[in-house]
């Protein structure tokens, strides 16, 4: 009796990871996407994600939080890129191009948002990142990224401020519709 409960426990993380990630790929992509601003780099991040995430998968599966465990190693790789890789990316500055119902315009202005978002220093981003793309509050932001609460909305307001002065149109409005396109 022991030998299959042995059996079936060493197996359990394995289709408990398997789950995690039918269930929330999608989702750590769409981040990556916005934190790296490339497809194809994306793509990486996510599979190094899941790949650690997969070796300590009977670990962050005993946490409270496995998401969050696993988005952590996300930031934490993005973060270790943006460090090693320091690249800038040209900002062109086009204008307000989009007539509305414009299909293609939309995916002009999300591009801009993209390279704005990419222009943010790496902790304000993820910040943004993180509240609009996750929606997540202030307190699991601040304990994903171990900073105070009062940090996050710092960043935050710094963040959405930044990207309003590069989208002059959208100052009015409030900070979920710049990012409205990208979900």
């Known amino acids: 009796m022991s030998e299959p409960e042995a059996g079936e426990s060493e197996s359990e993380p394995e289709y408990g990871f398997h789950d995690f990630v039918v269930a929330r790929s999608a989702v750590l992509f769409r981040g990556a996407l916005i934190l790296t601003g490339n497809r194809e780099t994306a793509e990486d991040l996510v599979q190094e994600t899941l790949e650690r995430a997969c070796r300590k998968w009977r670990t962050i ?7 969050a465990y696993v988005r ?3 930031v934490n790789l993005v973060n270790d890129r943006w460090r090693r890789f320091r690249r800038t990316v040209p900002h062109q500055d086009g204008g307000d191009r989009t007539a509305p119902g414009d299909q ?7 591009d801009q948002l993209v390279r704005a978002l990419q222009g943010l220093p790496m902790r304000m ?11 997540l509050s202030d307190d699991e932001i601040a304990a994903d990224l171990k900073i105070s609460p009062s940090t996050v909305r710092s960043q935050l307001a710094r963040g959405i401020d930044k990207l309003r002065g590069q989208f002059p149109a959208l100052s009015g409005s409030s900070p979920q519709q710049p990012t409205e396109g990208i979900r």
């Open 61 to 67: 599966a005993a946490k409270d939080s496995p998401e």
């Open 72 to 74: 952590r190693i996300m």
């Open 104 to 110: 293609y315009g939309q995916v002009d202005t999300r």
């Open 125 to 135: 981003r993820t910040v943004v990142v993180l509240r609009y793309f996750h929606d």
